[in-house]
């Protein structure tokens, strides 16, 4: 059993940053595929970005490529999220999901955190 719990949202401006970390337990997440999601009030949980096991090859959603940052550091068992230049469209509950089978970009992983709220005010 693997438990994933986020940190780093809050309130930012537009055009601001934050870091969002994931912390996993388990003995196994250095062989996980970890993936970012985020859900907006009304529309449905859509992918931000993923990272293999090493972190060696990453994908993102066109709507963050270039903003945003995947990264992971598998001897602290942590997944991280750089999001620069914020948009008011950002905003939504920001979810780590990892498993061990490959990378995909719909919301089908075994793992789940309970949700870091973002908020960028225009």
């Known amino acids: 059993q693997v438990q994933l719990v986020e940190s780093g949202g809050g309130l930012v401006q537009a055009g601001g940053s934050l870091r969002l970390s994931c912390a996993a337990s388990g003995r196994t997440f250095s062989s996980y595929a970890m993936a970012w999601f985020r859900q907006a009030p009304g529309k449905e949980r859509e992918f931000v970005a993923a990272?293999?096991?090493?972190?060696?090859?990453?994908w993102y959603a066109d709507s963050v490529k270039g903003r945003f940052t995947i990264a992971r550091d598998n001897a602290k068992n942590t997944v991280y999220l750089q999001m620069n230049s914020l948009k008011p469209e950002d905003t939504a509950v920001y979810y780590c999901?990892?498993?061990?089978?490959?990378?995909?970009?719909?919301?089908?992983?075994?793992?789940w955190g309970q949700g870091t709220q973002v908020t960028v005010s225009s």
């Open positions: 999901a990892g498993w061990a089978l490959g990378v995909v970009v719909a919301p089908q992983y075994k793992y």
């Open positions: 990272s293999n096991w090493s972190g060696g090859s990453t």
